[in-house]
């Protein structure tokens, strides 16, 4: 496809909103590196309008499909590691075998978006008018694109998320339907399913639409779906804990400002919170599990819907995205047990208890990383500036003090220290939403911007069906056995 061929294949497909005037006439770029001529293509277009995030796209894709085939063409037979039978055993930790293009994660210096850390998104994306923190529109801009967006940019972005937000009523009813009892997570997981009804990517499949272009249908489920989450979402929040009324969508407003709304909270505080919030906790490299259940279900070319409702079931385990539930579960049983003022000693004492009943300390350890996660830093600044006084944010940091020398004691954890779980659930209790078996459900709305992007690019590239292989205990002993 050629160039000006893309664009005008860009002007037809994409879904077009009447909004905003462009502030800016030119795009700024992260790493990007562009011949002379089409720079100088998309400078003269964007005199006009800024370009949508699908238009953007398809100019990228001929470019990024090129450079994977160089890539795989000069370094293809070269090897990423040994893989070894303990590696096999244990989970498979340590082997390299996926390809995410969103963001990669250093054990020491933590995730990075595109090559922004947290703390070089919350400088340099855009935040709403009064806010300063960065737009969760632009996170997924910036991994969709690997480019910083203007606010125009994202301005438009969030428009077309409004505007795409309202979820069929079958789909309504169906959790209405649900009993209070059943797990949000369960809930939520169950309404992404039956939003696959509307499937454009499965309906194309079945007319038979050509591979190469699998990935534009990827793409308006993966809108739609970012799209309709707050009004699922929201749905299951106001049903389970308040009168099950739910408020409209503001067609001029942010994704997080929408999504604060339909919760049932103005605190402007709150919305930022959730800027934030929905920011960081979107992705984290590809082979975390809900991240990798994604890519695994999508490669047999499920839809994204039911992709990310698999994705959402893996973030739903005690060990994954539930930890955040777990602590501020415990912390809270910490607070009844030893008081809110408790001292050092006594919280070391309550640690090692949890240690010598069996159970892990949540929030604390890691499979990657091997410092204090920075999602958990961001998330210690914005409760530094925004509620230094709240009691429940000094007992982590009282606990930050503290839970990494014990674990560093008792020998087992190979990162004793605080992960993103360890704060967050402090924070949404400052603000009323105490509800600690919805706060999955939160960080399930973010985690959808990091693998809904990547599972565009995973069809924009024609990645294959998943297929790693497996042995028997039998067979790894007769392998080494015969070669002893
Ligand atoms: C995140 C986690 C699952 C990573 O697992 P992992 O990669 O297997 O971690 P390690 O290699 O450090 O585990 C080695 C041992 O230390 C234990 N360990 C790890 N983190 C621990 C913690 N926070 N408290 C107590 N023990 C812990 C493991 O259970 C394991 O014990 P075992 O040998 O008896 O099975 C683990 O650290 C954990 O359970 N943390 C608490 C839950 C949590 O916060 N999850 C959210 C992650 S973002």
């Not at 994604?294 to 990310?308: E, H, K, Q, T």
């Not at 309550?350 to 999602?375: E, F, I, M, Q």
């Not at 590239?461 to 002893?484: A, D, Q």
Request: hydrophobic share 35%; charged share 25%; with cysteine.
């Amino acid at each position: 496809m050629t160039f000006l061929h893309s664009i005008s294949r860009a002007s037809f497909n994409s879904f077009k909103i009447v909004a905003f005037k462009p502030l800016s006439t030119t795009l700024p770029l992260t790493r990007q590196i562009y011949p002379a001529t089409i720079t100088g293509a998309i400078r003269c277009l964007h005199a006009s309008k800024p370009k949508t995030l699908k238009e953007r796209l398809e100019e990228l894709i001929p470019q990024k499909q090129e450079e994977v085939k160089q890539v795989k063409k000069e370094h293809g037979a070269k090897s990423l590691g040994n893989v070894t039978v303990d590696m096999a055993y244990g989970g498979m930790r340590g082997i390299k075998g996926l390809i995410w293009e969103g963001s990669v994660l250093d054990p020491e210096e933590g995730i990075e978006f595109k090559n922004l850390t947290i703390s070089e998104c919350r400088q340099k994306l855009p935040a709403a008018d009064g806010g300063e923190e960065p737009l969760p529109e632009g996170l997924f801009w910036l991994l969709v694109t690997g480019e910083i967006p203007t606010k125009e940019q994202v301005k438009v972005l969030s428009a077309e998320w409004a505007a795409r937000s309202s979820i069929p009523s079958f789909v309504e009813e169906l959790i209405d339907r649900c009993p209070n009892t059943l797990h949000p997570m369960s809930q939520f997981s169950l309404a992404v399913t039956a939003l696959q009804h509307d499937s454009n990517f499965s309906k194309a499949y079945q007319s038979g639409v050509n591979k190469n272009e699998y990935w534009q249908y990827v793409y308006e489920d993966a809108m739609d779906l970012i799209s309709k989450l707050p009004n699922v979402v929201g749905r299951i929040y106001r049903n389970i804990y308040k009168d099950g009324k739910v408020p409209p969508i503001e067609l001029d407003k942010d994704y997080s400002y929408n999504l604060a709304k339909i919760l049932g909270y103005s605190d402007k505080d709150f919305v930022e919170l959730l800027r934030l919030y929905l920011t960081i906790h979107s992705d984290h490299e590809g082979g975390n599990v809900s991240a990798h259940t994604m890519r695994l279900v999508g490669s047999a070319l499920s839809d994204p819907y039911i992709s990310f409702a698999a994705s959402l079931n893996g973030l739903a385990g005690p060990l994954h995205g539930l930890a955040n539930q777990e602590v501020i579960r415990w912390i809270l049983k910490m607070r009844d047990t030893i008081g809110e003022t408790p001292s050092d000693e006594t919280v070391k004492e309550y640690v090692w208890n949890t240690l010598k009943s069996g159970a892990v300390v949540p929030g604390y350890g890691h499979a990657v990383l091997r410092k204090t996660d920075p999602r958990y830093t961001a998330q210690y600044e914005f409760a530094l500036k925004h509620l230094p006084n709240d009691p429940l944010v000094k007992l982590v940091s009282q606990l930050y003090k503290i839970v990494p020398g014990v674990l560093l004691e008792h020998g087992k954890t190979k990162n004793p220290w605080p992960n993103v779980d360890a704060h967050s659930g402090v924070l949404l209790q400052h603000f009323g939403l105490v509800e600690q078996n919805y706060y999955t459900v939160l960080f399930g709305v973010s985690r959808s911007l990091g693998v809904l992007a990547q599972l565009i690019w995973d069809r924009a590239l024609g990645l294959p069906i998943e297929r790693p292989k497996s042995y028997s205990t039998e067979l790894i002993k007769k392998m080494f056995e015969e070669h002893k």
